[in-house]
């Protein structure tokens, strides 16, 4: 009956996935997608540069109250020594060109990168979670969508009853208070409608904020038929972003065993100024001087393993948030799992039950037409009807919901 319901509305029908898709391309969380990109690009770029050759300029001016001074006691000697000045003066250009640095850099490159797959990841995790409150505006449009139809259908029933008796009483076979009664109920389902639209299009707003769409009350939104026929296991980002987020930590623990390794270096200085490398000459000069040299950091006091120890115990953290997610999920997997139970047996009964509700229905219209029992008798056997008929619905709404909140979930939706 449900399916027969939506059925109407297929050509310009609305799924969920179609609500799914278009809520992750609305999401402002989608633009981080190219911003990380970019971000983890000049992260990597800003760890190479060390291999770049680092060219400064620096120049001095000083004067010295003091100098040093050579000078002979012994005056048959004709040799004299120039004086050294007291001011001085000079600007260098300095040139530092790393030449081996134990695999420092690479191990910054493998932690930018490793830390820019962890954070795109995270952008995927929240667009995952998205998807459960894109559920919960679809599903809660598609029961009033169909509380709706049944209300209708309810009036439908009564407006033809309603001539039935309006006949009963221009023949004087009824009384009018029969046709008041069956005039009030109309007006009761009325306003219920009223009432159950103004909730549907909350929802419906609330969805096309979400999906940024425009959808209309007249659209018709088609029940997703999903099934666990097989299960697909666990596929939840968070997975990864846990895998990911561990090899992060790896490269961290790798950059700090590298930081003690030796790094090689060669230099140059060229400069002119007065005096220039000859401290006795006070003539402005040219100069230039090259070399290499080399830095080892023998002992740090313990620092590398503290920051090791560090990173090992952020892993065991990171453990111990997986193992509280694998519960988590768990645990919804298993409720999610009794609603689905739940659901199918109530559905199955109502549908017993609501071919049985059809049944009597009908003999209490045949016995309202007969005069046999009054209006607000048959009034009551159809409201029987309609709230089985409003329970089915919902019992067939609400197990494709939990059974599409357990796919999601798993995360294979």
Known sequence: MLTAGMAAGAQDSITLVDCHQLAVENAPRLLDRQVLREMGELNLKQAGAMWYPNLEINGKVSYQSDVVEVALTDPTIPVSFPKVPHDQYGLNLDLKQTLYDGGLTRSKKSLEEARTAADLQQVEVDLHQLKNRVNQYFFGILLLQENLRNLDIHRATLDSRKSAVATAVREGAMLPSEMQVIEVEILRIRQSEVEVKAR?????????????????????FVLPRSGLAEDKGLNRPEYVLFDLKEASLEAGKELISKKRMPVLFAF?????????YNMLSSQWDFYY?????LTWNLWDWNTTNREREKVEKQQQVLLNKRGAFDREIQTKLVQEKAK?????????????????????????????????????DYITELNKESLVRISLTSHEILLNQAITNYLTIQGNL
């Open 200 to 220: 549907r299009k909350a929802f419906l707003e609330a969805l096309n904020i979400l999906c940024g769409t425009s959808y209309a009350d007249s659209d018709v």
């Open 340 to 376: 689905i139970d739940q659901y199918r047996e109530s559905r199955d009964l109502e549908e017993q039950m609501l071919e049985l509700r059809e049944s009597i229905t009908k003999t209490a219209a045949a016995s309202l037409e007969n005069g046999t029992i009054t209006a607000t």
């Open 268 to 276: 140059g200085q060229t400069g002119y100024g007065n005096p220039g």
């Open 289 to 293: 001087m090259v070399g290499a040299g």
